[in-house]
């Protein structure tokens, strides 16, 4: 038998909170882990070498199928050896389906039972991805963690359209998984390949399911034992941030998080603020990605412990303190907001890399104070002192 | 009486060409040097800790007068403490006196005794520079050089306008040293300011004349000899590059480089490739700056050991190289022309970066060997091997 794809390993508990280990064939990552957002092969504005000096340390990070997969295109990818070789990073990635991406292009594509039709935001062509699609094109990204190609009900979804649309997501759950199988086998088996073609070790890449359901606590928790039943190397709770008010959000979390299998990863797609992390972080959950920090960052927002600060505003022309003054990142320990803001209000692309450096260690570093907090047993103060939860 | 502002010792000479170290208030400079552009308090794309690197070590930098005196305002930097505290950056700077830029505005401003009229590329508002204004900026600005406020004459201009030009730019200069001076000795003798506000030793600012006279050997000769008759800490050639043919701009570096006083730096304004860098050194010039390597970056160029390189050309689509086969910078050691290709077409802004990472590390790095090469006496063949000369 092989070695599980990826290995994880809970250290510590409080209450409902886990720090665990994760362990990948491309390193190991600590969770409650948050993952910076790789779009298109780069976390925008920032070098590699930044996030992987010791101030940042970001072990994991996101690669989009949906816009890879468009630009510059599969063939390039694979020409280059695979996505990590083709960007230069060498730590673990984590591919998302494409299913989210072409499922946000709203009017502008068709899904079907087979897949979703959709026309090219680069080049205007027709498009077609589908469990198997997504599967073939993030088998060869090559992330250590893939997801399946699901579907997503708006926030506002009735039971019945929710009901659709959490049954399709478990019929393409079930087809990504058996594609996703058919191309691992292939991989591991195949002996025409080079040694530098297969993976570098017995492991190969990990699958993880999506528990869909909108709203609906009762399609939710059935989302999850129909998931866990199809059987992944982990779980996420995906349909979130998508337009439902935040109760909606938590409620949802609160009830399904803790019933997701318990010794196996639990990942919260695209949430949220550092309140939202540590909130689903008290609720069990053990991995995040989201734009914020670094979309926002670009839009001259920065993420500080006493809340968000807008660099546009007037009020910080003259002010000589840091982004943060409780922030030990580079940024806050070199520049002023006068100068950030100087940068901002003449376009200069400084402002986007200072600001997304500084949300980026914000946000990796609430974490890391998250895993400390649960590992010497203060984390239920630490909420406390940080969201007054 | 008080030290020099700046120290300037030549350590060995090969023909024409010198390897010095110039020696300011933050730090030793070796020459030849090539110091990067940061127009408005950024080297654009770059974060300064790269500029500090031993990889690239930019031991000073320039900042634009006119540009930051309209944006963010010379208040802004006052309160942020000069340009160094406002911007972060604690090595050696020189200002440019906004001479050029305003003269580059053409029809948009207008040139009499007293200075140049012309309307704000920010806000549209009516501004005045003159030899007094730009010395009073460039002394808060407190850069280890500023410069003279001068006019240029176009390339093509005739024996006349020229002429015109280069008295006006002599008239200015008197004028900018005598401001200057009064400024100067104004902040070291002011015993009302508090230490923190006058000079950190008793350095002031250096002050560098600037020879004009468009392509006319006669009339660049005479600027030269009437510019050292008023006296400054070094001289620059400046109005090449607008315009004129090559051979032009050689013949006047030929011409005047070998002319102006030997013991003070030799500063050639605005110039070039690294081919006519390394041409300029063979004259016996000591300083330059040039946007070439940051703006041809931003769009798509990289100057390589064979040559320029376009990015955007589709035979790099799929090619796994470097951008420069020979170069070990950061982004050469990790990055290929595919990826570098993709972020460009994608609009990404790591291709920026990347692009003006690669290219100033290629000029600092051709400085530091033409520097190695003069002081081996090996100098000859290393100008022969790179242009054939």
Redesign the interface.
């Known amino acids: 038998m092989l070695t599980p794809p990826v290995n994880f390993e809970i250290q510590a508990t409080e209450g409902q909170a886990r720090a665990a280990v994760l362990t990948t064939r491309r390193g190991v990552i600590e969770t409650p882990v948050f993952m910076p957002v790789g779009t298109?092969?780069?976390v925008?504005?920032?070098?590699?070498?930044?996030l992987e000096s010791p101030e940042l340390d970001a072990r994991i990070i996101l690669g989009n199928t949906y816009h890879l997969w468009l630009?510059?295109g599969i063939e390039?990818i694979r020409?280059?050896?695979g996505l990590h070789k083709?960007?230069?990073w060498e730590r673990a990635m984590l591919t998302d389906s494409g299913g989210f991406q072409v499922w946000s292009l709203g009017a502008l594509r068709k899904i079907t039972e087979a897949g979703t039709e959709f026309r090219s935001h680069v080049d205007g062509s027709l498009c077609f991805l589908s469990p198997e699609v997504s599967m073939e094109v993030q088998a060869t990204l090559g992330a250590e963690i893939a997801m399946v190609f699901d579907e997503c009900a708006p926030g506002e979804a009735t039971l019945d359209e929710a009901r659709r649309s959490m049954e399709l997501t478990l019929r393409w759950a079930q087809r990504s998984k058996d594609a996703f199988d058919r191309l691992q086998s292939e991989v591991l088996g195949d002996e025409t390949k080079t040694k530098d073609q297969r993976p570098k070790t017995d492991l190969g890449q990990a699958l993880f399911g999506i528990i869909q359901g909108a709203g609906h606590l009762d399609l939710r928790r059935e989302s999850l034992e129909r998931t866990v039943e199809i059987g992944f190397d982990g779980y996420a709770i995906g349909g979130l941030s998508v337009g439902e008010e935040k109760h909606v959000m938590m409620d949802v979390i609160e009830d399904i998080a803790p019933r997701m299998p318990d010794d196996q990863p639990r990942y919260l797609m695209g949430v949220g603020t550092p309140e939202d992390l540590i909130e689903a972080v008290a609720r069990g959950v053990d991995m995040f990605d989201c734009v914020l920090p670094t979309r926002n960052g670009r839009n001259g927002q920065a993420f500080t412990a006493r809340g968000k600060l807008n660099i546009k505003n007037a009020r910080y022309?003259?002010d000589?303190n840091p982004l943060d003054e409780f922030c030990s990142c580079?940024v806050c320990r070199?520049?002023?907001r006068?100068?950030i803001?100087?940068?901002y209000?003449?376009g200069?692309?400084?402002a986007?890399?200072?600001l997304t450096h500084h949300n980026l260690a914000f946000f990796l570093d609430t974490m890391k104070r998250v895993r400390q907090a649960i590992r010497s047993d203060q984390f239920a103060k630490f909420r406390r002192d940080y969201t007054g939860s």
Request: proline share 3%; hydrophobic share 40%.
């Open positions: 298109a092969g780069t925008k504005g920032m070098r590699f070498e930044e630009r510059p390039t020409a280059g050896g083709f960007i230069g022309a003259l000589q580079s070199r520049h002023t006068a100068f803001r100087h940068l209000q003449s200069e692309m400084l986007s890399m200072l």
